[in-house]
């Protein structure tokens, strides 16, 4: 049996702009933003044996790490939802993204 809890907040009052948290049974957590896994302060997925999974708008991207790590230390590098094989490539492609949208 599936146990669900659902927290929504709407910004600014409006009901478009939906944030939500749901809880499943054996802690594991998942935040949306307007239906698509979304958090930009940490993981958008974890489960409680320390699996992670980082999404943006739906696509798995973080600019600070791996996007996916696995609770045996494998980790998977992705940006705006593309897969990076190796770490090094990632963190050049990355500095060119941050370049292109000013970001620091």
């Given at each position: 049996m599936k146990t669900e809890?659902?927290?929504k907040r709407?910004?600014?009052?409006d009901p478009f702009q939906r944030k939500?948290?749901?809880f499943y049974h054996f802690g594991t957590k998942c935040w949306f933003l307007n239906g698509n896994r979304h958090r930009e302060d940490g993981p958008a997925?974890?489960?409680s044996n320390?699996?992670?999974e980082?999404?943006?708008?739906?696509k798995l991207h973080r600019e600070d790490g791996p996007a996916v790590q696995y609770i045996d230390g494998t980790k998977k590098w992705?940006?705006?939802g593309k897969e990076y094989r190796y770490e090094k490539e990632y963190w050049e492609v990355?500095?060119?993204?941050?370049?292109?949208?000013n970001i620091k």
């Amino acid at each position: 049996m599936k146990t669900e809890i659902k927290f929504k907040r709407y910004i600014n009052n409006d009901p478009f702009q939906r944030k939500e948290i749901r809880f499943y049974h054996f802690g594991t957590k998942c935040w949306f933003l307007n239906g698509n896994r979304h958090r930009e302060d940490g993981p958008a997925l974890t489960y409680s044996n320390g699996y992670k999974e980082w999404f943006l708008n739906g696509k798995l991207h973080r600019e600070d790490g791996p996007a996916v790590q696995y609770i045996d230390g494998t980790k998977k590098w992705h940006l705006e939802g593309k897969e990076y094989r190796y770490e090094k490539e990632y963190w050049e492609v990355l500095e060119k993204y941050k370049r292109e949208k000013n970001i620091k």
